[in-house]
């Protein structure tokens, strides 16, 4: 009988295939019966002759789930029930609705005792097969299984936190796992952003296209929620109709896994039955996520109190939470935890502390069928005892000052305050706080904290001040915001309802304001901000606070009255603006007078003089204003060596860097002082008003001055990816002042140049600073903030070396001006890269910048590759024909590519055996004075007599307000 099947399956492969494939039906058939011939074979304990079929049959269809299936069963024979559970495994991969694989993976591991998973198995069985024997024996089983495993059928929804990938985080982790147990597993990708061309969309499409891109691997599946946008504007997404529809459809018992705090809008939202699990973020991804949404911390709490299982990996977090109200929470360690982690780990060997993310899921089980046990106090204490016995560690010592927590105040305070003064870090820190309010030595742990260097210098003075006052109340309600504790605060305003008024609105304000509800915020802090008879209108942190609220609310203007009263509480140089000049005088003293003329204080000028003469020196002297602070190179250096000179003279918390023909608007340093409390960032980047000085060597821009479309009093702010501004700026999709750049158009924070200078040992390098800095400040900071009003004047004057450089018509001020930049640079010793051809077009000067930034900063910028043929292409085609230069430039070019032939062959393929590219002579630039088609407007500063970035700065501010 075997014989005869191997003879079949032979036949089958020697026939011709499009003959064979043009009968399905047949070929189907066939398939069946060499089945049910293998099958057969098993059955009679024919084993080998079982294998030799399957190995013909797999050269006809490798991938069929049946023979699969019977593999395992032979495999499972053999006692090799590793082997057999891998394959089957696969067969659920393969086709998770195989009756004989869920079956078969079933019985094993019935045999292995694993009922539970045992049982989910059978039951998918049940929903599938027609086969009514089959069903009552399985029946039968699964009531003999239940007496060993209590269970019921579950769903689990995991609400992720990121797309779906090879490198999995904790909420993949917990899916898959899960489903390797035999539960379908639903898993919700965060919303992804999809354009369309038409105004709306129905929900049942949206549902459709996110059906149609769903992944299904085993019982898990991935799906793919939508937010569809129209022109840029936002029309709907399918997030909660997604996990609704899987609510409504399921009759098992459904399980949602959630990991962020801002799961908590979209679960207050659902209807139906369902439990939650908490996987709640540590201390240090709690505050990553409230710098990035207020809300979070309230989101956070919400879901503390909703889920019926938290679990965290954060010890601190673990005892605040159980020692709390909260006692249905459990810790839990990462699946991936260094050693190093696991030896620091008290909890080691406990709860769910195990070696993979099967058995954390099995413990999970446990939880929510409330038989898993959870670390008594005790034992917690026990073991950091012992930990801190062998080892000193303040760390330790804070979280074991919790375990006092609640019983014996004293030694909790003395334990804390101990390991606080030993080591001041976020976390013992906030540790000190608890202890001090539960013991009410609040004035104590206020005098103690205040010179910490984590306090902003608002919060220090507000604890002055209330401290002044004798205001323990708010004094403690201060210490309770800086550490977060925002269910102790909730406590407290239910409390004061109905007693001083005043105690009251200040917490309820700064509750409102730190949660992100700023026009509840603004309300509040109105009536005591302008209560004459009220002590509360001189806190640092009542200004502060309505100075941002104003702010995220977009009412700039009014926040600056508030905003003034908050630089008197500061201690340091909030800006430095750094001015490196040669030879430049006469634009210089204008450009001083923009930033002399600001609505602010607390700030100085640094003047780095390089000139060949003392018309710099003598302008300073004249002007005679302590904010500038001249300094003179000791010799003549090259621009690069200029400017690392420059900024290693400023002191100020966040640097503006600016050419000496360039200006500051007048509003640019109290608006920023603003916006910089309010947003989190280390890069506020925006796009700087472009002034044509009347000496311009660019013939139609002369005194040209173009103010973009400005709304008075309202700023509108995105977070911007630094990878996606990278790859457009060398790959030549827009240009280079879309970087955040050292120069003229963005503030950069301190910590962000010093780290620039640790990696590379220099800030500026290259002969392009400005460039180069963009490159560079991009490639060390993931996000940066951009907002649509300008701060600055770029301007662009006769003795520009850009224009210079690039632009220039030839004039003798022009070639002296590149002559004396190549001199320096030259003396320097700088190399130009051979790849970049040295011609006058913006494009090479681009590349040049990032080709140093890739040197210097290799792994930051790995990632990102110069689009070298785009870069040729463009500078080729911008060539005029007319130049006596052309031939010379075109050579040039081709000298670039000697590295790489088939960019050389497509160069001469394309120019060098063509003729017809390039432009034919100039067009003078012209602009049109007026109103632009996008909402601005070109003026001629000749038409109001104003001949300087002073007077246009000053012209900026008539026109829009600002």
């Known amino acids: 009988m075997g014989q005869g099947i191997f003879n079949g399956i032979r036949q089958v492969l020697r026939s011709d295939g499009d003959e064979f494939m043009s009968n399905n039906k047949e070929m189907e058939q066939q398939k069946k019966i060499f089945k049910e011939n293998i099958e057969l074979l098993i059955n009679n304990g024919e084993i080998e002759q079982s294998k030799d079929l399957i190995r013909q049959f797999e050269t006809l269809a490798p991938y069929d789930a049946d023979i699969w299936s019977m593999k395992a069963i032979i495999l499972f024979i053999e006692g090799k029930y590793d082997e057999a559970e891998d394959l089957l495994w696969k067969g659920v991969d393969l086709d998770n609705k195989n009756k004989d694989i869920l079956y078969n993976l079933g019985y094993l591991y019935e045999v292995r005792g694993e009922f539970r998973t045992a049982i989910n198995l059978y039951w998918m069985v049940m929903k599938i097969t027609d086969d009514f024997q089959q069903i009552s024996s399985i029946k039968s089983t699964i009531k003999k299984l239940k007496m060993m495993d209590d269970t019921t059928e579950k769903k689990f929804i995991v609400l992720g936190s990121q797309e779906w990938s090879e490198v999995m985080n904790r909420p993949q982790l917990i899916a898959q796992s899960l489903s390797r147990l035999a539960f379908q597993v639903e898993y919700i990708q965060p919303l992804i952003d999809v354009s369309i061309e038409r105004p709306t969309l129905e929900t049942s499409e949206m549902m459709k296209y996110s059906q149609h891109n769903m992944r299904r691997l085993g ?267 925002f269910r102790e605060l909730r406590n407290m305003i239910s409390e004061l309802e109905k007693g001083d008024l005043f105690e009251y609105n200040y917490i309820l304000g700064n509750y409102y304001y730190e949660n992100g509800y700023y026009n509840q915020s603004i309300l509040i802090y109105d009536k005591l901000l302008n209560h004459n008879n009220n002590i509360l209108n001189s806190s640092p942190t009542l200004y502060h606070n309505m100075a941002n609220s104003l702010i995220e609310e977009g009412r700039i203007i009014e926040s600056r009255k508030y905003a003034k009263k908050v630089t008197m509480f500061r201690e340091h140089l909030k800006f430095s603006i750094v001015i490196p000049t040669r030879n430049n005088h006469m634009t210089l003293e204008y450009t001083l007078k923009t930033c002399l003329d600001q609505e602010f204080d607390n700030y100085e000028i640094v003047v780095s003089d390089n000139s060949s003469n003392d018309s710099t020196c003598n302008l300073v002297a004249s002007i005679n204003n302590d904010k500038i602070k001249y300094f ?162 770029g301007g662009a004057s006769g003795k520009s070396n850009g224009i210079a450089a690039l632009h220039g018509n030839k004039d003798k001020e022009s070639k002296d001006i590149q002559k004396d930049f190549n001199k320096l640079n030259n003396k320097l010793g700088t190399s130009r890269f051979k790849i970049v051809p040295d011609i006058p077009n913006v494009l090479a000067p681009i590349a040049e910048s990032f080709l140093n930034v890739k040197q210097l900063l290799g792994d930051f910028s790995a990632d990102y590759n110069l689009n070298r043929q785009k870069m040729i292409q463009i500078c080729v085609e911008s060539l005029d024909v007319t130049d006596e230069d052309f031939q010379k430039y075109l050579q040039i070019i081709y000298s670039s590519l000697e590295d790489d032939r088939g960019l050389k062959e497509w160069f001469v393929k394309n120019y060098i055996e063509k003729s017809g590219f390039g432009i034919s002579g100039k067009t003078p630039r012209k602009f049109q004075k007026g109103f632009t088609y996008n909402g601005g407007l070109n003026l001629n500063l000749s038409d109001f007599n104003v001949t300087d970035v002073y007077g246009a700065a000053n012209i900026f501010r008539k026109i829009t307000g600002w």
């Open 219 to 485: 019982f898990l599946n991935v799906h793919i929620p939508i937010s569809v946008y129209h022109n840029g504007g936002f029309l709907s997404d399918n997030y909660l109709d997604m996990i609704q529809g899987l609510i409504d459809l399921s009759d098992e018992e459904i399980v949602i896994i959630c990991c962020l705090p801002a799961h908590a809008a979209v679960l207050n939202k659902l209807t139906g039955s369902f439990k939650i699990i908490y996987d709640c973020p540590d201390e240090e991804e709690l505050e990553t996520l409230y710098i990035k949404e207020k809300n979070n911390i309230e989101d956070h709490a919400v879901l503390l109190e909703k889920s019926n299982i938290i679990t965290t990996n954060d010890a601190g977090s673990y005892l605040v939470n159980r020692l709390g109200i909260y006692k249905n929470v459990y810790l839990i360690e990462n699946g991936d935890n260094s050693e190093n982690d696991r030896e620091n780990n008290i909890f080691s060997g406990k709860s769910l502390s195990l070696n993979s993310w099967s058995s954390k899921s099995k413990e999970l089980l446990l939880m929510i069928n409330g038989r898993a046990d959870n670390l008594e106090i005790g034992i917690i204490r026990e073991r950091y005892e012992g930990l801190l016995k062998n080892k000193p560690n303040p760390t330790l010592s804070s979280l074991y000052a919790l375990t006092f927590a609640g019983t014996e105040t004293d030694k909790f305070y003395g334990l804390a305050k101990r390991a606080y003064d030993e080591l001041q870090t976020a976390s013992t820190l906030k540790n000190y706080i608890f202890a001090s309010v539960e013991a009410n030595r609040i004035n104590e742990c206020a005098e103690t904290i205040i010179n910490d260097s984590k306090l902003t210098e608002i919060d220090k003075a507000e604890i002055e001040f209330l401290i002044r006052n004798d205001r323990g109340n708010l004094l403690k309600s201060r210490l309770l915001h800086i550490a977060k504790w």
């Open 632 to 793: 003179r190179t000791e010799q003549e250096l090259a621009m690069t060596e200029n400017f690392n000179f420059a900024i290693s003279k400023a002191k100020g918390e966040y640097i503006i860097v600016l050419g000496s023909d360039d200006g500051l608007l007048l509003h640019a340093l109290s608006t920023l002082d603003i916006l910089l409390d309010t947003l989190d960032t280390k890069i506020l980047k925006w796009d700087y008003v472009f002034y044509g000085w009347p000496d311009v060597k660019l013939d139609g821009v002369e005194n040209y001055f173009n103010i973009p479309k400005t709304i008075t009093g309202s700023i509108n702010r995105t977070v911007i990816k630094s990878k996606d501004i990278i790859n457009n700026v060398v790959d030549f999709n827009i240009p280079y002042n879309s970087l955040p750049m050292l120069y003229c158009n963005a503030v950069v924070h301190r910590d962000l140049i010093d780290k620039l200078k640790t990696i590379t040992g220099t800030v500026f390098a290259g002969t392009i600073p400005d460039v180069y800095s963009g490159f560079a400040l991009a490639c060390i900071q993931e996000h940066f903030i951009a907002i649509d009003v300008p701060m600055s004047i």
